[in-house]
């Protein structure tokens, strides 16, 4: 890490070692830029708040399985987040970016680019290329005029992330009890009653069997594509 300058953009970097390293290289060969920390996994950077404090912050993210943690992330933070990425369907980050991405950069474009990122995002501007943006209007439209057409997907569409992976871990074992589901959210049994309070007041319904209704008709049951 190079010694911040007052007018440098401060970055942190989320990626395994390797890719850590080189990333701060780059970043750091930048006189516009200056990593001001690094952790090595999408799961540890969630609330580090060194990683908060920077005015970019960089995460490697090549397993689609490491998106719907990205969702939650992002979900509660408001930092300005580029994704850089092998995954060849970038499609994956659309929903990420309506809930705050700020870009995605494939790691096949040159070193350039990235920096390049840094510093519009650093701006305000959003990374994105023209695909992206046209798929994610279309998808603003759709989800606009769905909730303006049925009153269920308008209260669906204010869950959060969490609060749907509780549904489905509710939904798809009906018979576990509290704290088997607490178990496999990795969260404590009162924090799962309050993810269900607000769970039923969103949704409008009153208990469990009422959300296994409700979810079922809706297709919460089943894992987001």
Sequence with gaps: MTQLTETAIRVSIVAQQMMSWGLEQLVDSSPNCSVVASVHGLRQGIGSSTVGAADVVLVDVDDKDDVPLLLEWLEESRCRVIVLTALTDLGLFDQAVLMGLHGVVRKSDPPATLLKAIEKVHLGELWIDRSATSRIFMEMARQKAAREDDPELARIAT???????????????????????????????????????????????????????????????????
Excluded at 162 to 186: F, N, S
Excluded at 192 to 202: E, G, P, T, V
Excluded at 208 to 219: C, E, G, S, V, W
């Design 159 to 225: 869950l959060t992330a969490r609060e749907r992976q509780t549904i489905l871990a509710v939904v798809t074992d009906a018979a576990a009890p509290g704290k088997v589901i607490a178990r496999r959210l990795c969260i404590s049994e009162h924090t799962l009653r309050n993810h269900l309070s607000s769970i039923y007041s969103k949704l409008d319904v009153c208990n469990r069997l009422d959300l296994y209704a409700f979810a079922t008709r809706h297709r919460l049951d089943k894992p987001a594509a």
